[in-house]
């Protein structure tokens, strides 16, 4: 049966990827074949992901607290991005107005 990687595996493995992504180690149709199936594992991760969640009876039980929850974590993390955006917005619009940032 299939045991899932330790943590030190997944981080071995996410390094390894950005080096050789680093590196351009692989061509052009490499990447997009490996682009396409990432994606494709991607979906199916989520599928399982999705079917995990319909099969677990608690956890279905509590969907409405955490739909809840996830709504009010969501808007949130808007509402402060938001927030966070606007003076870099205001600092950036008073440096191209006085010629700070060149064009």
Same mark, same amino acid.
Request: contains cysteine; glycine residues 10%.
């Given at each position: 049966m299939f045991r899932g990687g330790t943590m030190q595996e997944i981080m071995i493995a996410i390094v390894a990827g950005i080096l050789l992504g680093w590196f351009d180690v692989f061509g052009y149709k490499v990447?997009?074949?490996?682009?396409? =199936?990432?994606?494709?594992? #991607?979906? &199916?991760?989520?599928?399982?992901?999705?079917?995990?969640?319909g099969c677990d009876a608690d956890l279905?039980?509590?969907?409405?607290? =955490?739909?809840?929850?996830? #709504?009010? &974590?969501?808007?949130?993390?808007i509402i402060g991005s938001l927030l966070a955006l606007y003076p870099v917005t205001v600092i950036f619009r008073s440096r191209a107005e006085s010629g700070e940032v060149q064009k």
């Open positions: 990447k997009l074949t490996l682009s396409r =199936l990432s994606t494709a594992c #991607l979906f &199916l991760m989520l599928v399982c992901l999705g079917a995990k969640i279905l039980a509590q969907i409405e607290v =955490l739909g809840w929850q996830s #709504l009010l &974590l969501g808007g949130m993390t």
